[in-house]
């Protein structure tokens, strides 16, 4: 009899215990629902917040340029949530250009915790994304994307976070005239009058920019223009060399239109990438114009225009 009281003492206890891991099992799944899926309140009022997601550019080499990403996450709860992992991508225009993870973070309770992440842009992606850049009117949707994963023990639960913004330039801005400007070309003068310039074909391989000078030519004889010389550098970094042939003659007492048209040299965006990231995204933009025009049988070179433009970018604002 004694004995039997004693195996069911011993089974009770067994079964207090049972019933206190089931109980136990169901409080964290319960919390981690309530804390991660958005549960009514009051909730709904336990989540982790991220109050703000900063980024700024890190070590540069030639190949990658790492952004270091600093979200502030604050835990309401009075108890610390650790943090399994967090997984990001960055996009410029949907095309991934970055990635990165981070793992074993706490967010200790009811305190603001900085949680620092880094992430490796692949430069031998920039020129990619400088045609979508351009072939989209010079905007570029940039998208910062992952996931959260937070560590209940028994299970885990996924917190997605995504920060978007658009950035906008005018790199052209810089290349249009519309002050005249005299040129002493060996026993004449002319007179650029203006010069407007478009963005032309895009592909993967070259970007085309579209020039039209307007040139008064003051001389009583028409003048032969027979080659356009272009140069254009970014940051000491040659983007475009050539020369077209493209025979224009200036009109006597008139002003003649010279359409012409430069390239650049899609493939070293990556080179001219690292220059303006380790400039402070600043750009020194040099382009160079000659022309070639033919006067009672001299043919005579000179320089039709030179414009010097800086290019400011804030790439990671957000």
Same mark, same amino acid.
């Given at each position: 009899?004694?004995?039997?009281v004693?195996v069911?003492?011993?089974?009770?206890?067994?079964a207090i215990?049972a019933?206190?891991?089931?109980?136990l099992v169901?409080?964290?799944?319960?919390l981690g629902y309530y804390?991660?899926y958005?549960a009514?309140p009051?909730?709904e009022?336990?989540?982790?917040?991220i109050k703000?997601i900063?980024h700024?550019?890190g070590?540069?080499?030639?190949d990658t340029?790492e952004?270091?990403?600093?979200?502030?996450?604050?835990n309401?709860?009075p108890?610390?949530?650790?943090?399994k !992992?967090i997984?990001f991508?960055?996009?410029m225009?949907?095309l !991934?250009?970055?990635?990165?993870?981070s793992?074993?973070?706490?967010?200790a309770?009811g305190q603001t915790?900085?949680?620092?992440l880094k992430?490796?842009?692949?430069n031998?992606?920039?020129p990619d994304?400088?045609?979508?850049?351009?072939?989209?009117g010079?905007?570029?949707?940039?998208?910062?994307?992952?996931n959260?994963?937070f560590?209940?023990?028994?299970?885990?639960?996924?917190?997605p976070?995504?920060?978007?913004?658009?950035l906008k330039?005018?790199?052209?801005a810089?290349l249009?005239?519309?002050?005249?400007?005299?040129i002493?070309?060996?026993?004449?003068?002319l007179t650029l009058k203006e010069?407007?310039?478009?963005w032309?074909?895009?592909?993967?391989e070259?970007?085309e920019?579209n020039?039209?000078?307007?040139?008064?030519?003051?001389q009583?004889?028409p003048?032969p223009?027979? !080659?356009?010389d272009?140069?254009?550098?970014?940051n000491?970094?040659k983007?475009?060399e050539g020369?077209?042939?493209?025979?224009?003659?200036?009109?006597?007492?008139d002003?003649?239109?010279?359409p012409?048209?430069?390239?650049?040299d899609?493939?070293?965006l990556d080179?001219w990438?690292?220059?303006?990231?380790?400039n402070?995204e600043?750009t020194?933009?040099?382009?160079k114009i000659?022309?070639?025009i033919?006067?009672?049988g001299?043919?005579?070179?000179f320089?039709?225009?030179?414009i010097?433009?800086?290019?400011v970018t804030?790439?990671l604002k957000?």
């Amino acid at each position: 009899m004694k004995v039997s009281v004693v195996v069911k003492r011993f089974m009770s206890k067994k079964a207090i215990v049972a019933i206190a891991i089931v109980i136990l099992v169901i409080v964290i799944a319960g919390l981690g629902y309530y804390f991660y899926y958005g549960a009514k309140p009051p909730a709904e009022a336990m989540k982790p917040e991220i109050k703000s997601i900063t980024h700024s550019w890190g070590n540069i080499t030639h190949d990658t340029t790492e952004i270091v990403t600093e979200a502030k996450v604050y835990n309401p709860n009075p108890f610390s949530i650790p943090i399994k !992992r967090i997984t990001f991508d960055l996009y410029m225009n949907d095309l !991934r250009v970055a990635f990165g993870s981070s793992e074993d973070i706490n967010l200790a309770g009811g305190q603001t915790t900085t949680v620092t992440l880094k992430s490796f842009l692949d430069n031998g992606k920039i020129p990619d994304w400088f045609v979508s850049h351009v072939a989209q009117g010079e905007v570029t949707n940039v998208k910062l994307s992952g996931n959260i994963v937070f560590d209940l023990k028994m299970t885990e639960f996924a917190y997605p976070f995504e920060q978007t913004f658009t950035l906008k330039t005018d790199l052209l801005a810089g290349l249009n005239i519309d002050q005249p400007q005299d040129i002493e070309v060996g026993p004449i003068t002319l007179t650029l009058k203006e010069l407007t310039s478009t963005w032309g074909t895009v592909t993967p391989e070259k970007i085309e920019i579209n020039h039209r000078a307007v040139v008064y030519n003051p001389q009583l004889v028409p003048i032969p223009v027979t !080659r356009i010389d272009y140069k254009i550098y970014m940051n000491d970094v040659k983007v475009c060399e050539g020369t077209t042939y493209n025979p224009v003659v200036l009109k006597a007492k008139d002003d003649t239109t010279i359409p012409f048209t430069t390239t650049l040299d899609s493939t070293v965006l990556d080179e001219w990438w690292v220059t303006h990231i380790k400039n402070n995204e600043k750009t020194k933009l040099l382009v160079k114009i000659y022309s070639t025009i033919e006067v009672a049988g001299a043919e005579y070179n000179f320089k039709l225009c030179e414009i010097e433009q800086n290019i400011v970018t804030n790439i990671l604002k957000g």
